[in-house]
């Protein structure tokens, strides 16, 4: 079945650090890819997406390029800050437009 | 700000009990959706309803069950509560039906069974 892979956590990082958190998945056809985060003690907020091969979501500073050779969609930052200490999650929609996130990685940004 | 509110922030209760979780979507979206957090399970879909009808299901178990009303809040009925019912459950709502929309989520309720 469809799935989502991520790198455990938690990942440990200081400040202005480049930041590559893994998310690999498997799917038919042609999912949207996604990138979610949670600070702590709120929902999820959608961080940024891809709805097609070759694309490249981007926000706050954060990146993915959608993959479809290697299907992975790996968030990536140049320069991490410490406000960026949250969970982060990679998701996917399916052919069945069911939402299938990835188990989370913990992310602990040092001053 | 989302614009999702969930109803009420914190419950806790006992084994065997019954309640009920609310959820308001933002203006304008019709689909809402539930989510369980919890440490072993991650984030596991439950249901989704998209304007009054129910159109998706996820790892929703039998004793659970939900809706979505006229004026598109929806509940989620969780009965018969064991220990392992205890998480964090999260609604999210988007505008429309398909997956690769968006979703704005709710800050969550937490429940605790003891």
């Known amino acids: 079945g469809n799935s989502v892979t991520q790198m455990e956590g938690p990942v440990t990082l200081s400040e202005e650090a480049f930041l590559t958190i893994n998310c690999t998945y498997t799917?038919?056809?042609?999912?949207?890819l996604f990138w979610y985060v949670q600070y702590p003690g709120e929902g999820l907020q959608l961080l940024l997406k891809?709805?097609?091969?070759?694309d490249k979501g981007s926000n706050k500073g954060f990146e993915a390029t959608y993959r479809k050779e290697t299907t992975s969609f790996h968030l990536e930052k140049g320069s991490v800050q410490v406000s960026d200490s949250a969970v982060y999650f990679c998701?996917?929609?399916?052919?069945?437009?069911?939402?299938?996130f990835g188990k989370g990685t913990r992310l602990h940004i040092l001053p | 700000d989302s614009g999702v509110t969930q109803t009420p922030k914190h419950l806790i209760t006992a084994t065997g009990q019954r309640v009920t979780l609310r959820c308001s979507p933002r203006?304008?979206?019709?689909?809402v959706y539930w989510y369980q957090q919890s440490l072993d399970q991650g984030l596991q879909f439950l249901i989704q309803?998209?304007?009054?009808?129910?159109?998706a299901k996820g790892n929703i178990l039998e004793r659970f069950s939900a809706q979505q009303f006229p004026d598109l809040h929806s509940e989620l009925n969780l009965s018969s509560l064991e220990l392992g019912d205890s998480a964090l459950y999260f609604c999210?709502?988007?505008?429309?039906?398909?997956?690769?929309?968006?979703?704005?989520f709710g800050d969550g309720t937490r429940l605790s069974i003891l």
């Open positions: 999210a709502s988007s505008v429309g039906a398909v997956g690769n929309q968006p979703q704005h």
């Open positions: 799917a038919t056809g042609y999912p949207s």
């Open positions: 891809a709805t097609k091969a070759d």
């Open positions: 998701a996917l929609s399916d052919q069945w437009d069911k939402i299938i």
């Open positions: 203006s304008g979206d019709l689909s």
């Open positions: 309803y998209y304007n009054g009808e129910e159109r």
